[in-house]
């Protein structure tokens, strides 16, 4: 019983995890696999209140049609965990519970294991000298880590490798300090940058995060810092055995790669995921996809046999390694190529990834779905990377408020209630250019309960649009919520 409640909870957290709300193993969630999906829909509002969920929630409650569209994003690969989910940079005891309790360990080959937590993976490699330790996790898998190391090994911690700064990669060395070990912590240089940049920026990180403010680091202390850094390559020896560390600017500026030649195995950090590239997220600092598809290349030509990602499984099949390696370098090049060509066309910078379309052995790749952005989100990075921020949109350079060109065009289309109506109207034959119009309406008047209930009709379309994503999805949920907080705060039920 408890499994079937874990799976049920689980599969609905797995996309709700990247907005920051969960159902997982609460009453909600029981609630729902025990009523039934058309019945939570009836008696959502009723359970969303006795259960003491957010707006996002609610929504979801409200909307079991929402609920299956928003359940294919996924956790990286991983399981999940609500608690382990929601206090990233915590060490709440329901998280580290969690975390005890889903991590899996799979040796791979001799001496190199895949250790699994929710969401996230990390590698460890038993030397002669000690374990050298890829990632750490996010905070609460600490814990989990310490566990998964005694139960492989007696040897000692001899060295942590960050393969980036993200906090599901560097947090959960504290655990290893509290254990009695003194590892060599190794990172790239510039990860004491994004550290500091953490703590500087800590309320703008939660928010995008999705996390309490008040776990987000606010002083230095608050991280274990590397012991050791370096600018572009590194090799080390332990008990023995070379390691090399490899750096390339891909989804941070920070990333690097570990390669282990004597096994021919690869941890490849983040620059290989199981699906499109996360190359494009809107809510991130730049992004590198030039330089993520040139590390994509130079790990297929070390030929390795044991691919070891930090998301998803492990990839056995050499064969296998190579064609999904040059086909994720493949699609970036190809975005990269189509965006400057763009740029130096001196096309409109929305015109430019608006005409992106793949071509169809990429489009149709199996390992590059679309789950979290588009292709056209990662041309988008690119345009950020090359360019200012104009739009090359005259008006918007020095534009007006938006409220004021809200309230402008609504005027001009004579008054909300037509401006409404004709919303509809689109919604009934384009989605897009409807969210457009209700993004106008809720500028103009957010009070209006006409224009709350149209954003909420809006978006709920936009997210059931199979065209789009989970970040997409993501994005037109948390309207939708701002558009039932102010119905509720009015009374509606």
């Known amino acids: ?20 709300f969960w ?10 696999r025990e009523l039934g999906l058309e019945a939570a829909g009836r008696v959502g509002a009723v359970v969303a209140q006795r259960a003491g969920t957010d707006t996002r929630s609610r929504l979801i409650l409200e909307n079991p049609d929402l609920y299956r569209r928003v359940q294919g994003g996924g956790a990286f690969g991983g399981t999940f965990s609500r ?13 580290i519970a969690d975390a005890n309790e889903l991590t899996e360990v799979e040796e791979l080959a001799p001496r190199t294991w895949l250790v699994r937590f929710p969401i996230v993976n990390c590698v460890l490699f038993e030397t002669d000298e000690g374990l050298v330790v890829v990632d750490t996790g996010m905070s609460p898998a600490g814990p989990a ?19 980036h700064g993200h906090v599901d990669h560097a947090y959960g060395t504290w655990a290893l300090l509290e254990a009695g070990w003194n590892p060599e912590v190794i990172a790239h240089a510039a990860i004491e940058e994004r550290f500091d940049r953490y703590i500087r920026l800590r309320g703008s990180m939660a928010k995008y995060m999705s996390q309490p403010e008040h776990q987000l680091p606010a002083s230095r202390e608050d991280l274990v810092w590397p012991t050791r850094t370096f600018d572009d390559r590194l090799e080390i020896e332990v008990g023995g055995e070379t390691f090399v560390l490899q750096h ?18 690869l941890a490849t950090a983040d620059y290989y995921q199981g699906f499109l590239p ?36 492990a990839l056995t099949d050499p064969s296998l390694i ?10 970036l090049e190809f975005v990269v190529k189509h965006t400057i060509d763009g740029l130096n066309a001196g096309l409109r910078k929305d015109q430019i990834f608006q005409s992106l379309e793949l071509p169809r052995h990429l489009d149709e790749h199996p390992t590059l779905r679309v789950q979290y952005v588009t292709a056209r989100d990662i041309s988008k990075m690119v345009i950020r990377q090359y360019t200012g921020w104009w739009d090359d949109i005259p008006s918007h350079w020095s534009p007006a408020p938006l409220e004021h060109e809200a309230q402008a065009i609504v005027e001009s289309a004579g008054g909300m209630d037509a401006f409404v109506d004709r919303t509809r109207e689109y919604l009934a034959t384009d989605v897009i250019l409807a969210s457009h119009f209700a993004d106008w309406a809720w500028l ?8 709350q209930q149209l954003v909420l009709d809006v978006y709920r379309e936009r997210i059931l649009d199979p065209r789009s994503n989970t970040q997409d999805m993501l994005a037109y949920l948390d309207a939708m919520a701002l558009a039932r907080d102010a119905q509720l705060a009015a009374g509606t039920p």
Do not use: C
């Open 278 to 313: 996360n190359a494009g997220n809107g809510k991130r600092v730049q992004r590198h996809p030039e330089e993520w598809a040139f590390a994509l290349r130079e790990m297929a030509a070390l030929e390795p046999a044991l691919l070891l990602p930090a998301h998803g499984e």
């Open 444 to 451: 103009a008047e957010p009070e209006n309960a006409a224009v």
């Open 23 to 32: 159902l997982g193993r609460s009453p909600t969630g029981e609630s729902i």
């Open 1 to 20: 019983m408890q499994i079937g409640r874990w799976l049920f909870a689980g599969i609905a957290g797995l996309a709700l995890f990247l907005a920051g």
């Open 322 to 331: 190579q064609e999904n390696l040059g086909v994720h370098a493949e699609v």
């Open 145 to 163: 880590l310490v566990e998964a190391i005694r139960s492989i090994s007696a040897l000692p911690v001899h060295t942590v490798i960050y393969t």
């Open 248 to 265: 390339h600017r891909g989804e941070t500026d920070d990333q690097l790669y570990v390669w282990a030649p004597a096994r021919r195995a």
């Open 83 to 95: 608690h382990v989910a929601q206090n990233m940079f915590g060490q709440t005891d329901e998280a």
